[in-house]
């Protein structure tokens, strides 16, 4: 975050100057002196990551901006699409060398977080301006700052427990250099489907469709869950994790391997919502094991 208001404080200072064409030369600024302060931050992917996204709101955002609003979208929509779009592009490539996935939710999580973004900034920044003389003021800023705070955790949060958030993606710099191709023939796709409402809303549709993956549709395509199915085996990696149906949204659940995340993804998948019984063996034969 630091590093992020660093790069965006030199950005904004040009702006409220009026140096609109300083801009990049004020990012290379702040990015030189950073990398003086701290060498290290050369090799942060953090780091990487928060230079190009300042870098997308000084470069492409504008001109996304201007383009959604010749196109009749508002202009308050057309600056938060931009620059929401715009920073994904930018920072997709480096996050699937991390992550080996390209997440389908980053766009509207950034737009609902948004909304909180700037009284978070500037609350918490008050908070720690004020802490030196005044505690307890800066206490209470920082109280009021938990509440932004916390509707952005919420939406990180809600956003990645969405069944199809994200898809997996080759890895590496191989894996970001194909990334940032597609990216490039999405735009070129993109530019011409602007001019298309009808063709717009239905890949809107689609893509949250994907993302939402509603039950009924998941089991049309895919047949799974089987319906009727009384016993299932959940693939957890190492470890077992068994569901016995027992009637409804409930399910008995027999060990349920080292991930929770696994099982959980399982149980959702099943349509479980309520556990009245859970069965440990393995949990419970070293414990025995232990103590004999």
Same mark, same amino acid.
């Given at each position: 975050?630091?590093?992020?208001?660093?790069?965006?404080? #030199?950005?904004?200072?040009?702006?409220?100057?009026?140096?609109?064409?300083?801009?990049?030369?004020?990012?290379?600024?702040? %990015?030189?002196?950073? %990398?003086?302060?701290?060498?290290?931050?050369?090799?942060?992917? =953090?780091?990487?990551?928060?230079?190009?996204?300042? @870098?997308?709101?000084?470069?492409? =955002? !504008?001109?996304?901006?201007?383009?959604?609003?010749?196109?009749? /979208?508002?202009?308050?929509?057309?600056?938060?699409? &931009?620059?929401? @779009?715009?920073?994904? &592009?930018?920072?997709?490539? $480096?996050?699937?060398?991390?992550?080996?996935?390209?997440?389908? $939710?980053?766009?509207?999580?950034?737009?609902?977080?948004?909304?909180?973004?700037?009284?978070?900034?500037? *609350? =918490?920044?008050?908070?720690?301006?004020?802490?030196?003389?005044?505690?307890?003021?800066?206490?209470?800023?920082?109280?009021?700052?938990?509440? !932004?705070?916390?509707?952005?955790?919420? /939406?990180?949060?809600? =956003?990645?427990?969405?069944?199809?958030?994200?898809?997996?993606?080759?890895?590496?710099?191989?894996?970001?250099?194909?990334?940032?191709? /597609?990216?490039?023939? @999405?735009?070129?796709?993109?530019?011409?489907?602007?001019?298309? !409402?009808?063709?717009?809303?239905?890949?809107?549709?689609?893509?949250?469709?994907? #993302?939402?993956?509603?039950?009924?549709?998941?089991?049309?395509?895919?047949?799974?869950?089987?319906? @009727?199915?009384? *016993? %299932?085996?959940?693939?957890?990696?190492?470890?077992?994790?068994? $569901?016995?149906?027992?009637?409804?949204?409930?399910? #008995? %659940? $027999?060990?349920?391997?080292?991930?929770?995340?696994?099982?959980?993804?399982?149980?959702?998948?099943?349509?479980?919502?309520?556990?009245?019984? #859970?069965?440990?063996?393995?949990?419970?034969?070293?414990?025995?094991?232990?103590?004999?």
């Amino acid at each position: 975050m630091l590093r992020a208001a660093a790069c965006g404080s #030199v950005a904004l200072l040009a702006l409220a100057t009026g140096r609109r064409r300083s801009l990049i030369p004020a990012l290379a600024t702040a %990015v030189l002196l950073l %990398v003086l302060y701290d060498p290290w931050l050369a090799r942060s992917y =953090g780091f990487l990551l928060s230079v190009l996204a300042t @870098g997308a709101l000084l470069t492409l =955002g !504008p001109r996304w901006s201007t383009g959604l609003r010749n196109r009749g /979208v508002p202009p308050r929509l057309a600056e938060a699409l &931009a620059a929401a @779009g715009a920073a994904q &592009a930018l920072c997709a490539p $480096v996050v699937a060398v991390l992550a080996a996935r390209v997440s389908l $939710v980053a766009i509207p999580c950034n737009l609902l977080a948004e909304f909180a973004l700037a009284p978070a900034t500037v *609350l =918490g920044f008050l908070a720690l301006a004020t802490a030196p003389p005044a505690m307890p003021a800066a206490k209470a800023l920082a109280w009021c700052a938990s509440w !932004p705070a916390e509707w952005l955790a919420q /939406v990180a949060k809600a =956003g990645a427990a969405l069944p199809g958030a994200g898809v997996d993606w080759p890895g590496g710099w191989a894996g970001a250099a194909a990334l940032g191709a /597609v990216t490039l023939a @999405g735009l070129s796709v993109g530019r011409r489907l602007l001019r298309h !409402p009808w063709w717009c809303a239905a890949c809107a549709l689609l893509l949250a469709l994907m #993302v939402v993956q509603p039950r009924p549709l998941t089991r049309a395509l895919t047949g799974w869950p089987p319906p @009727g199915w009384r *016993l %299932v085996m959940c693939d957890v990696g190492q470890g077992d994790a068994l $569901v016995l149906a027992a009637g409804g949204d409930a399910g #008995v %659940v $027999v060990d349920a391997g080292p991930d929770p995340a696994l099982v959980d993804d399982c149980l959702s998948d099943l349509g479980i919502t309520r556990v009245p019984l #859970v069965v440990l063996t393995h949990f419970f034969f070293q414990l025995f094991k232990s103590v004999s």
